[in-house]
């Protein structure tokens, strides 16, 4: 896992990289769009999705598993309310971390539980790329991870995104930190507009759409914004709430 300053961390493409859906409190109609996301990384991912698959709620999961090759972990619930798929799911994921096979994790859940494992995959090393539906998780949950994307929802096609969807590809956004650092080193505040000609990063792409460069750049996670009489200015910062930048762009839209 490669990491640019003490705190943030850049994910590299051919990091290992695991998918883990809590298919208890997560819809199967996630999984287009989660594993398009997983394969931006460049390598094959691991996927896995977790749950009593005895119960009524997780019916639909059997289609998507077949399609893309999901391995559907069951583990029954002793106890009502008590979902023991989520202590085996927590538990795979530290033995991939460990393994030192995998850094990149993507989580599908709402759970809040999940909130500390991931703050522990971070800290361990490990990036964490969080999604969940909006309006079913905490904001907690979504600050405690790398990166975070809103799963659309029921209204939209399986693989249609928000219009200012914040998945966005690990390659987009290492580009853009590339740049920063190559035009100016000593981390400075750098025009909008002479990053955009520097990068040429597309505002449409396999998985991401964005109205501007501007919009782009805050959904990255990695980078802080100013303005001064007309003109737009980034830098690139140590720690980045991701639940501020999500609420900014929303304000935005």
């Known amino acids: 896992m490669k990491t640019t300053g003490k705190e943030r961390r850049v994910p590299v493409e051919n990091d290992g990289v695991v998918v883990l859906f809590d298919a208890e409190n997560i819809s ?37 598993a077949l ?24 538990y795979d994921a530290f033995k991939l971390l460990h393994s030192g096979k995998v850094g990149i994790f993507l989580v599908v859940t709402n759970d809040g539980d999940f909130l500390t494992p991931i703050q522990l995959i971070r800290q361990s090393g490990g990036y964490v790329h969080g999604f969940a539906d909006r309006g079913k998780v905490k904001n907690e949950l979504v600050r405690a991870c790398d990166t975070f994307s809103f799963i659309p929802g029921d209204s939209l096609g399986p693989m249609e995104l928000e219009q200012e969807g914040n998945t966005i590809p ?30 040429r990063i597309p505002l449409r792409g396999a998985g991401y759409r964005f109205r501007n460069l501007s919009r782009l750049i805050r959904a990255c996670g990695a980078f802080e914004t100013d303005a001064e009489r007309g003109h737009q200015f980034v830098r690139l910062v140590n720690e980045t709430s991701i639940g501020e930048l999500l609420d900014q762009a929303s304000s935005d839209a």
């Open 28 to 64: 199967p109609r996630s999984t287009s769009l989660v594993v398009e996301q997983a394969r931006q990384y460049g390598v094959k991912p691991i996927l896995r999705a977790y749950a009593d698959f005895s119960r009524g709620h997780t019916k639909g999961w059997e289609q998507p």
């Open 170 to 199: 690990v390659p987009v956004t290492r580009e853009l930190v590339q740049a920063c650092e190559q035009l100016d080193p000593s981390n400075g505040w750098i025009s909008l507009s002479r990053l955009g000609q520097h990068a």
């Open 67 to 90: 399609k893309y090759g999901i391995r559907t972990i069951h583990q029954f619930s002793y106890r009502s309310g008590n979902s023991s798929s989520d202590f085996l799911m927590m």
